[in-house]
């Protein structure tokens, strides 16, 4: 079992950064892949980014690449979600999810993931 709360976000202006933060309460937190995902109102959750089982390799999505940066910090079992450049069609309920991994891979569906948080609101003002 895997305990996630996500922290960090908030309201913020376009164009403007925010730093989401998922902390885990597992002893094996490298025995999880980790992504991120968001869900606006009225739509589906959908993929941001994630890394492979192993840690070594991370996937975002078109939508944000070059805008967001996920990283993984084993030490504190931590997997943050650096946002830049933030656009008003960001803003969504963000929600850090967790599965033991099989396959050194990207886990892309919601779906795929075992376990999630409460989830975190970021609002992007135009």
């Known amino acids: 079992q895997v305990q996630l709360v996500e922290s960090g976000g908030g309201l913020v202006q376009a164009g403007g950064s925010l730093r989401l933060s998922c902390a885990a309460s597992?002893?094996?937190?490298?025995?999880?892949?980790m992504g991120w995902f968001r869900q606006a109102p009225g739509k589906e959750r959908e993929f941001v980014a994630a890394?492979?089982?192993?840690?070594?390799?991370?996937y975002s999505a078109d939508s944000v690449k070059g805008r967001f940066t996920i990283s993984r910090d084993n030490a504190e079992n931590t997997v943050h979600l650096q946002m830049n450049s933030l656009k008003s069609e960001d803003t969504a309920v963000y929600y850090c999810?967790?599965?033991?991994?099989?396959?050194?891979?990207?886990?892309?569906?919601?779906?795929?993931?075992?376990?999630w948080g409460q989830g975190t609101q970021v609002t992007v003002s135009s």
């Open positions: 597992t002893r094996t937190f490298s025995d999880y892949a």
């Open positions: 999810g967790a599965r033991r991994w099989a396959y050194n891979r990207i886990y892309y569906r919601s779906t795929d993931y075992s376990y």
């Open positions: 890394f492979d089982g192993s840690g070594g390799r991370a």
